[in-house]
């Protein structure tokens, strides 16, 4: 089985270099970061679970191949973990929609960086992202959300290590490790409760930039009569 844990490993770190060294080092923003220019726990939470999601079915997919079966992708993922991956990616999607919606409707009120100078750490995904108290204080309907999928995944991850030592020979890998009902229930009234959080629109201009700031940085770009070269007539 350390075959199928290595590429397992492997398939991590490879999706996590994809999706968030390289845009960096080509000069481009990661997926970790929203149209805001901040950390988005959305995107995050969204990339978590696709690491461990599809990191895992290419460990046992790539196990089953080196064990010499044929149908090396001949395992079940259960309801519940498809159910799992759509809650996280439908809830990033109506997150992103209530973004835009702020961002568009009072953009002196929402905090974002100027584009091309996006700076912060990554703890400004639990921070509230309207008013002037934006960057500054902990959302409490993010911090809810961070822990419990945090907790789910250390779950799901330790239960999926359990199920691949339980077998002997990853041929015998017969598919994902099925996800509690109780804690999908558990998981979907976090993201509810996260998705609740954004309908207040606090008041205030936050410290550090906004999103006015931000659109009017896209908007200075060089005058095209100035880069255009001069036509003269004859």
Not at 45 to 62: D, E, H, P, R, Y
């Amino acid at each position: 089985m350390a075959t199928t844990f290595w590429a397992w490993i492997v398939s991590a770190l490879v999706i996590v270099l994809l999706a968030v060294v390289v845009p960096s080092r080509l000069g481009a923003q990661n997926v970790l970061r929203d149209a805001r220019g901040r950390y988005s726990l959305s995107r995050v939470q969204v990339m978590v679970w696709t690491v461990v999601l599809l990191s895992l079915i290419s460990g046992m997919a790539f196990g089953r191949f080196a064990a010499g079966q044929v149908d090396v992708a001949g395992f079940q993922i259960p309801s519940q973990v498809l159910w799992l991956l759509g809650i996280a990616v439908g809830s990033g999607v109506v997150s992103a929609a209530v973004k835009v919606a702020k961002s568009t409707s009072r953009p002196d009120s929402v905090a974002a960086y100027p584009r091309g100078k996006e700076r912060g750490r990554l703890w400004e995904m639990l921070t509230v992202e309207e008013g002037a108290s934006a960057g500054r204080s902990i959302d409490l309907a993010k911090f809810q959300n961070f822990v419990i999928t945090v907790l789910l995944v250390l779950l799901y991850v330790a239960q999926a290590v359990a199920a691949l030592r339980a077998v002997n020979n990853p041929a015998g890998i017969a598919g994902l490790p099925a996800f509690s009902d109780a804690f999908l229930v558990l998981l979907g009234v976090s993201h509810a409760g996260y998705l609740l959080g954004k309908i207040p629109s606090p008041a205030g201009i936050p410290e550090g930039g906004t999103m006015s700031e931000r659109l009017a940085s896209v908007t200075s770009e060089p005058d095209v009569a100035k880069v255009v070269p001069e036509v003269r007539t004859t």
